[in-house]
């Protein structure tokens, strides 16, 4: 369980069972929520209505129940990826990989953070006889689940330690990568779908069947699946056997989802027609040049300028707690699929705290909240460095005690607490701040910085581990434990490799230290631009 943020966002929108990872997928849905509230105010039609001409029809849910099924189901299939990529960490770490590949392989995570790179391509070119989303729906859903099928028939090869070659990172990382730019090419394009596909009397049921869906599926692609793959869990759950492998494995998930997603595209490509007599949506931008154009001009604004530079560097002190934590404990021998199960007790707790939060964010000045939370995130990272320290204590030979489960449990949910603290006053001020004349665009550019200023801390973070961590090899003389490949050798001649100086705690302390320091001198010149004029945030758009 990765005690993190991530980020997404609309985009990244994080994770986890691997919290980090599971964070950086909520931040992603609650920041497509907002931006298809935004874009709400500026849809002009849909595929459930008919032209200008045509005299106005209210429709109720029960008239287009199968176009919300639909939303949800393609949201399900959304967060199948995102969970997947979610649990490689976990595996990986159980295979005792460094953290320096860890590092590497987080950047599979950067995707739904830079999707407003290639937003507005998908959004500009289609075919128009097939449908503006479905030209780019349906071949990016068939490549995922081709590439869910490939993944099938190799993956076992790349995780698999062969002596003193542990798993294949790079190739890893070069798969998933290209894996998670598909579903975040296909996130924009069901997004998009999700503002025409309802009616202007239905079209909020979009960010609910956001929400839910991408959580049902990042659910089945992490939680479920590190459970029935955990042999452990299986045999002391599910089976009345014992067996050397979880009820199903990685191969198999890969291979039954690719199947579902081959199937189910082909159906939503022959059945699901979108409207194409319908009158045209208001649109905030009229061609790719533009809106490429209207974001540089946004981010050449001194007001963001400055809160862009805030955000990229306000989640430096989190990162050590929010990267490296769960990863640790994995290492310090709580089972994977048992940190995962530790998030479904969360879910409650993750729906109400934006509903309250939100209370409190909702005057002029919601970066007050966010400022207040700043200290006590740190604080908690502290605690985190502290349970790490403890797990080894307390691990009995039938694993861990429930109270311990109960201290983690307790942890994370005073994490959720801060976290979402800060996170739903950024996007209040967003909110605010945003040009209304180009609210989507604008929500998505800043979100997307948001998003930013979660990855590239934690991949540091990650990376930074096996530096300033010291090994020694115990039982096989003249071997030290600085490389994969001296640590294979240590254990080929019989020794163990153990730590003897921990970087995390280094990192921990030195994160806070910096968070701090942010804290008092940065912190409050981002209070200060709640005081900026309206007219600071606006920018003039070239015709």
């Avoid at 008919?50 to 029809?57: M, N």
């Avoid at 995780?159 to 598909?182: S, W, Y």
């Avoid at 960010?207 to 869990?233: D, I, K, W």
Wanted: aromatic share 14%.
């Amino acid at each position: 369980m990765e005690m993190s943020e991530s980020t997404t966002e609309k985009n990244g929108r994080q994770r986890k069972h691997h919290t980090s990872w599971k964070m950086k997928m909520n931040e992603r849905k609650q920041a497509t929520d907002l931006e298809i509230e935004e874009s709400e105010t500026l849809l002009q039609g849909s595929d459930s209505e008919v032209g200008h001409s045509a005299p106005k029809v209210c429709y109720g849910l029960k008239d287009e129940l199968g176009n919300v099924c639909l939303l949800l189901f393609l949201y399900v299939l959304q967060g199948i990826p995102l969970g997947l990529a979610g649990s490689i960490p976990l595996i990986l770490q159980s295979k005792n990989v460094s953290y320096t590949d860890q590092a590497f392989f987080s950047f599979v995570f950067w995707p739904f953070s830079l999707k407003l790179l290639w937003a507005p391509l998908v959004d500009s070119i289609y075919f128009q006889r097939f449908g503006r989303r479905k030209s780019w729906l349906v071949p990016t859903q068939y490549l995922l689940g081709l590439f869910m099928l490939y993944l099938s028939y190799t993956v076992d090869s790349l995780l698999e330690n062969n002596g003193q070659k542990g798993p294949d990172i790079v190739t890893l990382t070069a798969v998933f990568f290209l894996f998670e730019f598909l579903a975040a090419t296909q996130d924009i394009a069901v997004d998009g779908w999700a503002l025409t596909m309802l009616s202007r009397e239905n079209v909020g049921y979009a960010s609910t069947c956001n929400s839910v869906g991408q959580t049902a599926g990042y659910f089945l692609g992490n939680v479920l699946f590190l459970a029935l793959e955990s042999p452990n869990f299986c045999n002391k759950y599910l089976r009345f056997e014992p067996q050397a492998k979880g009820i199903v494995t990685l191969s198999d998930f890969l291979f039954f989802w690719g199947i579902v997603f081959l199937v189910t595209t082909t159906l939503v490509a022959i059945v699901k027609k979108e409207n194409c007599k319908k009158s045209k949506p208001k649109e905030e931008t009229q061609g790719v040049m533009e809106t490429y154009k209207l974001l540089f001009s946004i981010i050449k604004l001194p007001t963001v300028w400055t809160f862009c530079i805030l955000l990229l560097t306000a989640k430096m002190g989190f990162s050590a707690a929010d990267a490296v934590t769960g990863l640790k404990l994995v290492e310090e021998g709580v089972p994977k699929e048992q940190l995962a199960l530790l998030a479904v007790p969360m879910v409650p707790l993750q729906i109400l705290l934006p509903l309250i939060i939100s209370k409190y964010t909702a005057g002029p000045r919601p970066l007050d909240i966010f400022y207040k939370a700043f200290p006590f995130r740190l604080l908690i990272g502290l605690e985190f460095a502290f349970l790490v320290w403890w797990t080894p204590s307390v691990k009995q030979d039938g694993g861990f005690p429930v109270y311990y489960y109960i201290v983690v449990l307790l942890s994370y949910a005073v994490h959720q607490v801060s976290l979402y603290s800060m996170y739903v006053a950024v996007m209040a001020f967003h909110a605010k701040v945003s040009d209304p004349l180009i609210g989507g665009t604008y929500m998505t550019l800043l979100n997307t910085v948001t998003n930013l200023g979660g990855n590239w801390p934690s991949t540091l973070a990650l990376w930074l581990v096996d530096p300033l961590t010291s090994k020694e090899c115990k039982g096989a003389e003249g071997q030290t434990c600085g490389s994969a490949e001296e640590v294979g050798l240590c254990t080929k001649l019989g020794g163990a490799c153990v730590t003897t100086f921990d970087g995390y705690y280094v990192e921990s302390v030195v994160c806070i230290v910096i968070g701090f320091g942010w804290w008092f001198w940065l912190g409050k010149k981002m209070r200060k631009l709640q005081e900026e004029k309206t007219s600071a945030w606006q920018c003039r758009r070239t015709k």
